[in-house]
């Protein structure tokens, strides 16, 4: 755990403090070559044997003074030297373990072992495993009750399920069109999935970011598919980056939407448009009765690009928001509230701008995406941050930002919670990608 200072000014605005000693800084990211433990049939595995970076060279592979000597004297020294070990051993110098070449460094396995991994602190988490299955840049995580993770992938537009430990394709969804940040991005289970087996997604299609709705049946053998998919809602602006994406469902029963301004500076200030926007529909795609803005689907706006939608036990909603180069957002969302962009970021205290409730000066640190708030605690992934934060929330305020994980599994997309309580939190690293299994923390 890596405490960064953020603390609240009385602007609102935070200010870092010190750069804590990283020791995350000094493992290297997960090495493709490196298998993972996988989930298995219902019983997931300790994760502990984190890669940590080995010595610069094992000192077995470097070449022994002796075989640098001239060829003759070479000869001469090896010679004696076989000599006097043969005398004192009666047997021919072999490298022993400890010998002139050094040790081989072993790779910690440590499954079951009592001390954390690498790079893992008292505060964090606890990692309970992992799931090696080979996604490709997976972009969000949905549970159906079951237990099942269905999961979306950006770029092969495919729809994938987790089960035990296994994956499968259920399909490649229709009309994605990849490119950039876009691509086949949120995913919301209906509210009333168990009888309508509704599945919706928010995707990037040729002209557009649209949303659409399928059915998600088993066959007898309980091989899932896509059935009957409808699109619900087009028109949110496209671009190769800041295409939003994130959609849940609010515990109202309605869907809301995180769009991005998509390169447009003109869209998130503009009421009438839909990029830089949450938006608040019905499950048909309709503007939700009550919208701030009467019969149009707009809940908020001067968003950037909004990234991650959730919940807490008040039933306010936050948002996680990516800013330019600097001042990363977490929000508390009014209906009809004006967060700022372009005109400002962060928590500058202007009039007529909601100030971010938690600001990163430095994007290198976050660019939050997805989002989950378990116990009091908001869980969020960072990106180019390369960590998850973790934020306590006191009613409408935001405190104690903290780092884990940092830059030890490389950027991170979406958290989301599992029936079981556990956390999900997909990585986006293309190596192929895996979820972290973790258990929430205690308030
Ligand atoms: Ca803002």
Avoid at 279 to 308: C, E, M, W
């Amino acid at each position: 755990m890596q405490r960064q200072p953020v603390s609240a000014s009385p602007g609102g605005a935070v200010t870092k403090g010190t750069k804590s000693t990283d020791r995350a800084r000094r493992l290297t990211r997960q090495s493709p070559s490196i298998r993972w433990p996988e989930v298995e049939a219902g019983a997931l595995k300790p994760l502990s044997h984190i890669m940590r970076r080995g010595p610069s060279l094992p000192r077995v592979l470097r070449m022994p003074r002796v075989l640098r000597m001239p060829c003759g004297l070479r000869m001469f020294t090896v010679a004696i030297l076989t000599a006097l070990l043969a005398a004192c051993t009666g047997t021919a110098p072999t490298p022993g373990p400890s010998g002139p070449t050094g040790t081989v460094p072993s790779v910690p396995t440590g499954v079951g072992a009592s001390t954390p991994p690498p790079g893992v602190a008292a505060g964090d988490p606890e990692l309970i495993g992992t799931t090696a299955v080979g996604l490709q840049i997976p972009w969000a995580v949905v549970f159906l009750p079951d237990g099942t993770a269905i999961i979306s992938e950006r770029d092969t537009a495919k729809i994938r399920a987790v089960r035990d430990g296994r994956l499968s394709d259920i399909g490649t969804f229709p009309g994605v069109v990849p490119g950039g940040e876009g691509g086949l991005l949120g995913l919301a289970l209906s509210p009333n999935f168990p009888t309508d087996r509704l599945l919706y997604t928010y995707f990037t299609a040729s002209g557009d970011n649209r949303i659409a709705r399928t059915k998600l049946l088993a066959s007898p053998s309980g091989q899932l598919g896509l059935t009957g998919t409808e699109v619900i809602f087009t028109g949110i602006p496209k671009a190769s980056t800041h295409n939003g994406g994130r959609i849940r469902f609010g515990p109202d029963g309605f869907l809301y939407v995180g769009t991005g301004d998509s390169q447009r500076r003109n869209q998130p200030q503009d009421r009438n448009a839909l990029g830089g926007k949450i938006l608040r529909i019905t499950s048909d795609g309709k503007p939700a009765p009550g919208n701030p803005f009467g019969d149009n689907p707009v809940y908020s706006y001067g968003h950037r690009n909004v990234q991650g939608l959730a919940w807490d036990a008040g039933g306010r909603l936050w948002a996680s928001e990516f800013g330019p180069d600097v001042n990363d957002e977490l929000n508390l969302i009014t209906p009809g509230g004006n967060y700022g962009w372009p005109e400002v970021t962060g928590a500058p205290g202007r009039q007529g701008f909601i100030d971010a409730k938690l600001v990163w000066p430095s994007t290198a640190e976050s660019s939050p995406s997805g989002l989950e708030i378990v116990n009091g605690i908001a869980y969020l992934g960072a990106l180019r941050g390369e960590r998850l934060w973790t934020v306590k929330l006191e009613g409408e305020n935001a405190s104690q930002a903290v780092a884990h994980f940092t830059q030890m599994y490389g950027r991170l997309r979406d958290v989301s919670k599992a029936p079981d309580g556990r956390l999900w939190v997909l990585t986006n690293n293309k190596n192929p990608d895996f979820a972290l299994i973790l258990r929430p923390l205690a308030r």
